[in-house]
């Protein structure tokens, strides 16, 4: 067995406030060992004995709650009691902690103890990939228990997964970047003893999981392998929502139940196969998502600026000086010290996703660096922002980007005038005015996806972009971001669709479609015609409500007139 081992030296104690709001959440009276605490379906997977369990879920049912409840039981037993050590491996590094978390929590109650039992210890774990040799490093969290064993929660499939021996979880199976060598790895896991537990929401029909659901219906891996489905509607029967009240603090109607119902089966809009897919388990013919969690957290490296400017209907009401005057003043308070932050000797592009009421309005940025990596220094999104206070932004951002190549913009619907407007001022060649169809998705989104596989994205890590970009996915053959609205994680009043993602890959295109370098130098007329832009000359009545001197990533800007 090849070695994989944690570095002592860097071992630090996860705090309870670290923790998700998941975790943090759980009453303070909650007894996970308590009659009648899991639902049925929870109590009937937890009850599974087989060596392989593949359980194939809806969003939601509280299948991963229950597993790792189970599993905190396997980790404090003796081996004599049957006790083995345990290891979960999830798409995302939240996960890991998600699930860590909440094994801390039934630890403390089962053992009645707040002490070492149930502190959980984060530290880089040594993957030595037994073909090449090579080591590296990922982040782990792990609680340690008197019986000897631990429960060690794994931030991302290690490349040698069958050195894991004893109980392994693999949780979202269906969105790991190999969902084929994750299920191949596991199965090997079984000559040394111990469970597997495959748990996954669908992600197409054509997916690994899919088929290793259907292959052990089929008998192919023996009678000691098992699939458990749990759908939406079934843990609803179960009492999912008087659970969810439960964890509220609310007190369940029928009234209210039939309305919780309904608006979770009505966000998919005309979304059906989605839907079903997700809530009743039917998996679609298409791929489904088409970038892994992992590749979205990998390329989010650091909290960078989110400039949001978001407006009332009343603003476009204001003297047509009023409002050039307060985005002046927005300007020069919030985008131009980012401006004067960018590398002058690189390339700068951007992309555009042009939304004018409905939903946001995205302007990306990008730095190329020497190494051709696609670097985001921040990004700017406004909701309501009438076209005029558009253009000021984003010949603003134009003329302050260092060695501007050029940008690519939406130019369908509303979008057309702005881009066109752009065009004008600063050069046909230099800025690609696009009508999104499904040909250019089909061309251009596969080669932003690439870029994310490849590792040549750095992206500010924001829930709203991860969630945008999740959303992409193959529709009829095609990936592209499908017609449904999500809400905004920051402000659920506001709708999105996909904004990051499509201005990205716009982004992406002016990456690969530089005509030349823009360099503005505001001397009255330069050689191509462009006027100096002197502004309204004044920063006008109207101020920004956040401290433009406070050092957060996003920063916004909402304004009731």
Not at 267 to 272: N, S
Not at 287 to 312: F, H, K, S, Y
Not at 404 to 432: P, R, S, V, Y
Request: contains cysteine.
């Amino acid at each position: 067995m090849a070695a994989i081992k944690p570095l002592a030296s860097t071992i630090r104690v996860i705090e309870w406030e670290e923790l998700p709001p998941s975790v943090r959440e759980i009453p303070a009276n909650f007894n996970p060992v308590a009659e009648g605490v899991l639902m049925l379906h929870q109590r009937q997977a937890v009850a599974l004995t087989h060596s392989i369990i593949a359980i194939p879920k809806g969003r939601r049912t509280g299948i991963t709650f229950a597993v790792m409840l189970r599993k905190t039981l396997v980790a404090a037993a003796s081996r004599e009691a049957g006790g083995d050590n345990v290891y979960y491996i999830g798409d995302t590094k939240e996960k890991g902690l998600e699930a860590i978390g909440y094994c801390a929590r039934f630890s403390r109650v089962i053992a009645r103890a707040q002490g070492e039992v149930s502190q959980i210890e984060e530290f880089l774990f040594e993957d030595q990939d037994p073909e090449t040799g090579k080591s590296k490093f990922i982040t782990a969290y792990r609680i340690r228990y008197a019986s000897g064993h631990q429960i060690c929660a794994l931030s991302s499939r290690p490349a040698n997964i069958r050195g894991l021996q004893g109980h392994v979880v693999i949780d979202e199976a269906a969105f790991h970047q190999n969902v084929q060598e994750v299920i191949d790895a596991a199965t090997a896991l079984l000559i040394w003893g111990g469970q597997i537990t495959v748990i996954s929401s669908q992600n197409g029909r054509k997916n690994p999981f899919a088929q290793f659901c259907r292959d052990i219906e089929a008998g192919r891996y023996g009678e000691d392998a098992v699939v458990y489905q749990v759908s939406f509607d079934q843990a609803v029967a179960n009492g999912l929502y008087e659970r969810v009240c439960w964890m509220k603090g609310e007190t369940p109607t029928v009234e209210g139940k039939a309305k919780w119902y309904a608006k979770i089966r009505n966000g998919y809009g005309v979304r059906k196969s989605a839907m079903r897919e997700e809530l009743d388990v039917i998996p679609r013919d298409g791929n489904g998502v088409c970038i892994p969690g992992v590749w979205i957290e990998a390329a989010m490296t650091e909290e960078r600026p989110v400039l949001r400017l978001l407006l009332d209907d009343d603003f476009v009401r204001r003297p047509k000086n009023e409002r050039a005057s307060y985005l002046d003043d927005w300007i020069k308070r919030y985008l131009k010290p980012l401006l004067d932050k960018l590398p002058k000797d690189r390339t700068h592009v951007f992309g555009q996703d042009f939304a004018r009421h409905r939903d946001f309005s995205l302007i990306v940025p990008i730095t190329i660096e020497q190494a051709l990596k696609r670097v985001i220094p921040f990004v700017i999104e406004m909701h309501k922002v009438p076209h005029a206070q558009q253009q000021q932004v984003l010949w603003a951002l134009i003329r302050g980007l260092p060695r501007c190549g050029g940008g690519a913009m939406d130019a369908g619907g509303n979008g057309e005038g702005l881009a066109e407007a752009t065009a004008d001022e600063f050069g046909h060649t230099l800025i690609h005015q696009l009508k999104l169809s499904r040909q250019w998705y089909g061309t251009w989104m596969p080669k932003m996806i690439q870029g994310f596989e490849d590792g040549q994205i750095d992206t500010p890590r924001d829930d709203n972009h991860q969630a945008d970009l999740r959303s992409i996915e193959e529709v009829d053959g095609i990936a592209m971001v499908p017609a449904l609205r999500t809400a905004d994680i920051k402000e659920p009043d506001l709708m999105r669709h996909g904004d990051f993602a499509i201005a990205l890959c716009l982004g992406w295109f002016a990456t690969l479609n530089i005509g030349g370098a823009i360099e503005y130098t505001p001397v009255g007329k330069s050689e191509g015609g462009r006027h100096e832009d002197k502004g309204s000359g004044q920063i006008g009545r109207f101020r920004n409500r956040p401290n433009p001197n406070a050092d957060i990533p996003a920063i916004e800007s909402k304004r009731s007139w």
